[in-house]
Every structure is written in structure tokens, then in C-alpha cells.
């Protein structure tokens, strides 16, 4: 009789709260927001094979999935108990959310392990990160101090983004690497500090081909000389005006034995 009221009560509180946290319609949105993240595993993780495998395998899910509840009863101004949900969230995946963190659908923490994601982080839809990933502040910053993920990022194993930086739409980050500057979209960052090894599908620093206009840095260089000879001689005619005529006739054979030189230049552009 005993465990039968006391599982009755249970259900009547667990009735309650779902009731309190769902008093906009919210606790709805956030289930559908979490059958989205089911789904995120099945498209992104080849091992996925059905659903009851993302369920019951996934620590990565579990630990969104408490963090959408964490995240609901903060956003409802409930004191402490968001962040004990986050601590426990941790003790159980491993992975630690704050509750405060903006999190978009599809989120897909692969592996898990490792994760820590700092308390005024905003991430997009469709973002993938992997285990050990820290998306934290550099603890210069106050306020807004830890990262911005648009849309489609994905960030490797291991890597660390650091500080109030955005990571723009399609971006990838490499295992490993250490972000602490703005990355373009569509890019590829890799690296301690992490730079950009790739832009728009074209590597970055690769020689940009156009074959048939090859830079002339010899003829560059006489162009400028010859500029520079110019305007001493036009200065030498007004300081010396009875030498006018002399410099003259000097310029005009230069003239003439420039052009030659600037013909064959040409001839090779
Ligand atoms: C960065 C990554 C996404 C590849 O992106 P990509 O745009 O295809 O880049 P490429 O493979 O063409 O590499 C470009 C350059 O970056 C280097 N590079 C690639 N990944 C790197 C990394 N993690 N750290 C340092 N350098 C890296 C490559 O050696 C290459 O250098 P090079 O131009 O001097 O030859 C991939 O290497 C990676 O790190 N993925 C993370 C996967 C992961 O975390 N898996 C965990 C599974 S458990």
C-alpha cells in the first residue's frame, strides 16, 4: 500500500511540473525540438541504425536531452535547480551544458565525453561536435564571452573555440585546433591558433593560376625606376634653366631606347 501511494504521488508531482513547465505550450515545442535531434543522429552517424539505437546509445543525446529540460526550467525563472540538472547531466554523459546556453534543433554531439559549453554560448541549427570539444570563454571577457555557431558548423574532436567569436554558417573546425578568432563561412579552420586552410571549397594560399597574365616583377621594378628618372630630370630642367635644352635631347634618346626595352617586355605578358 505504501509503494502505491508513494509512486501515486510521484506521478501526481512529475503530472505537475510537466503541467507548470508546459503553461506556454513550451515543454510541447521542446519535445518536438528533441524528436529533431533523434533524427540529427540517424542522418549524420552511419552507425545510427534505427532509432532505438540513437535512444538507449547516444550519451551525446541524453545529454541534450536533459539539457532542453535544464534549459526550459531557466528559461521559466526557476532558482538552482536548471544548474543541479546540468550537474547531474554531467555526472551522468560526461558532457556539461549550462543551462543558459542557446542550443538550436538538430544538434549532434558525437561520442560525447568531454563537452563543455559555456553558459552564454548561442549555437544554430544543425551543428555536430565531437568529444572533447570546449566551446568556452577566455576568462578576459564578461558578459557575452563564449562562442556564436551558426548554421551547419561542425567542430572536431578535441577542438577548443574560445572567447565571444562567430563561427559563421558551414564552417569546419579541425580536431584539435584552438579558435580564438572570427571564422569566414564556408571555411575550414585548423590549427593552434586556428587559421583558415580552406575558403569556399579553394585552399587558402594556393596559387591563383591565370597563366596568361603571370606577374613581370623585373619590368615592374623598371617601370617605377624610369618614372622615378623622369620627374629628377623635368626637377633638374627647372633648377638649371640653361641646361634645358642638353636634358632635353638626354630625354628624348632615353625615350627612344625606353620604348625598345618596354616592346620586348610587353611581347612576354
Ligand atoms: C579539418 C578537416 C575537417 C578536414 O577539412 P578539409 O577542408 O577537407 O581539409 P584538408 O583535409 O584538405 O586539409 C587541409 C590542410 O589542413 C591540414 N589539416 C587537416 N586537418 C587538420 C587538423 N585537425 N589539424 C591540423 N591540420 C589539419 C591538412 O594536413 C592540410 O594541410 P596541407 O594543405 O598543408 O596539406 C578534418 O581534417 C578534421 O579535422 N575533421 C575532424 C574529424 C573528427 O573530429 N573526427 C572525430 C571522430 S571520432
Not at 11 to 22: E, V
Not at 125 to 145: F, S
Request: proline share 4%.
Amino acid at each position: 500500500m505504501g509503494i502505491l501511494r508513494k509512486t501515486g504521488a510521484l506521478l501526481a508531482a512529475t503530472a505537475g511540473a510537466c503541467l507548470w513547465l508546459n503553461r506556454d505550450g513550451e515543454l510541447r515545442e521542446t519535445i518536438d525540438i528533441v524528436r529533431r535531434d533523434v533524427r540529427a543522429i540517424q542522418e549524420r552517424d552511419p552507425a545510427a541504425h534505427n532509432m532505438v539505437e540513437a535512444l538507449t546509445c547516444y550519451s551525446g543525446l541524453h545529454a541534450i536531452v536533459m539539457h532542453r529540460l535544464a534549459h526550459l526550467m531557466q528559461k521559466q525563472g526557476l532558482p538552482v535547480v536548471p544548474r543541479i540538472v546540468s550537474q547531474v547531466n554531467r555526472f551522468i554523459t560526461g558532457i556539461e551544458i549550462h543551462p543558459a546556453a542557446e542550443i538550436g534543433e538538430g544538434f549532434f554531439i558525437d561520442h560525447g565525453a568531454g563537452v563543455v559549453i559555456g553558459e552564454t554560448t548561442e549555437v544554430g541549427d544543425n551543428v555536430t561536435i565531437y568529444q572533447g570539444v570546449t566551446l568556452g570563454g577566455t576568462g578576459k571577457e564578461t558578459g557575452k564571452r563564449h562562442p556564436t555557431l551558426e548554421d551547419n558548423v561542425t567542430i572536431g574532436a578535441g577542438a577548443k573555440v574560445l572567447g565571444s567569436v562567430k563561427v559563421a554558417r558551414n564552417a569546419k573546425i579541425g580536431a584539435g585546433s584552438v579558435v580564438i578568432h572570427d571564422v569566414p563561412a564556408d571555411s575550414t579552420v585548423v590549427g593552434n591558433p586556428g587559421r583558415p586552410v580552406r575558403e569556399r571549397g579553394r585552399k587558402v594560399g594556393a596559387a591563383d593560376v591565370d597563366w596568361t597574365h603571370l606577374p613581370d616583377p623585373v619590368a615592374d621594378a623598371m617601370r617605377s625606376l624610369m618614372r622615378r628618372v623622369m620627374e629628377m630630370e623635368n626637377e633638374f630642367k627647372t633648377a638649371f634653366p640653361d641646361k634645358k635644352e642638353e636634358i632635353e635631347r638626354v630625354q628624348e634618346e632615353g625615350e627612344r631606347e625606353l620604348d625598345k626595352v618596354f616592346e620586348y617586355f610587353d611581347k612576354g605578358e
